[in-house]
């Protein structure tokens, strides 16, 4: 058996459905809107595991799901290493965002990294504490700005609202996805002109455990191959 994991509402779950749906799988939850049970039609030998698509990443790795669909942000946010327990199977063109560097529109002098970094140092000697990024990506927001060498900051965790902190004063920049930009400028933040930290798309990923002949056979099915 094959477990499938799916985001288990949303967008991303629609988008997953149709994914499917256009190479002969039909994905659907059952019973009523609260209830996470889900079917599969089209192929034998496949299970739907509705699930949050932050926990899809660490599912897989625990071998509890042998397929499953997330953002290429959370894979790599949630697991140190993780090509050696998963494989990307196919990216699936929806889902996509940047993870991006962002702080108050009013910082007119604040236009890239260069200036961050400088306004950061300041910012320690002035206010005796290093300047706070509100994120959710620790793990990445840290190797890229350590591999430009800044070091001047401290990371606070936010995990939902964040562009809401700068406002309420518990950070002076944030770290977070972005797609339309919208969130952004609704709180006054901009976007430092970087290349983001990270750009991401909805992916779907297989453990490295899971792979054999009946894996092969479904894989080849959806049209996609693994490496
Ligand atoms: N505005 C957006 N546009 C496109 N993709 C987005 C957007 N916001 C988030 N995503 C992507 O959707 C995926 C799921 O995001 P999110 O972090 O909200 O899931 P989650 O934490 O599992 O949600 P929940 O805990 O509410 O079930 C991530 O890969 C993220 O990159
Ligand atoms: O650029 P935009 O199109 O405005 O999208 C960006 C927003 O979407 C996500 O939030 P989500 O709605 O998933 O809620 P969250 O705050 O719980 O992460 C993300 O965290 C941003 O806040």
């Not at 946010?77 to 090509?83: I, P, S």
């Amino acid at each position: 058996m094959i477990r499938l994991g799916v985001p288990s509402k949303g967008r991303l779950m629609e988008q997953t459905f149709d994914w499917f749906a256009a190479r002969g799988v039909r994905l659907s939850r059952t019973g009523s809107d609260r209830e996470y049970a889900g079917r599969v039609e089209g192929v034998e030998g496949v299970a739907l595991v509705l699930l949050s698509a932050g926990e899809i990443p660490r599912e897989l790795a625990a071998g509890r799901i042998e397929l499953g669909v997330t953002g290429t942000d959370l894979v790599r946010e949630k697991l140190a290493g993780w090509r050696s327990d998963l494989i990307e199977v196919a990216p699936m063109g929806f889902g996509h965002a940047d993870l991006i560097l962002a702080v108050p529109e009013c910082w007119v002098d604040c236009v890239d990294l260069d200036d961050f970094a400088s306004i950061a140092r300041d910012f320690r000697a002035a206010h005796g504490f290093r300047l706070r990024i509100a994120t959710k990506y620790h793990r990445l927001v840290r190797a890229w700005l350590a591999g430009r060498e800044l070091a001047d900051y401290q990371l606070v965790d936010s995990q939902g609202a964040t562009e809401g902190t700068v406002a309420n004063q518990t950070a002076e920049a944030i770290a977070d996805i972005t797609s339309s930009g919208e969130t952004l400028r609704a709180n006054n933040l901009k976007i430092l002109a970087e290349e983001p930290i990270l750009r991401s798309e909805a992916t779907l990923f297989a453990s490295r455990a899971g792979m054999g002949d009946e894996m092969s056979r479904f894989l080849t099915l959806l049209g996609v191959a693994a490496e």
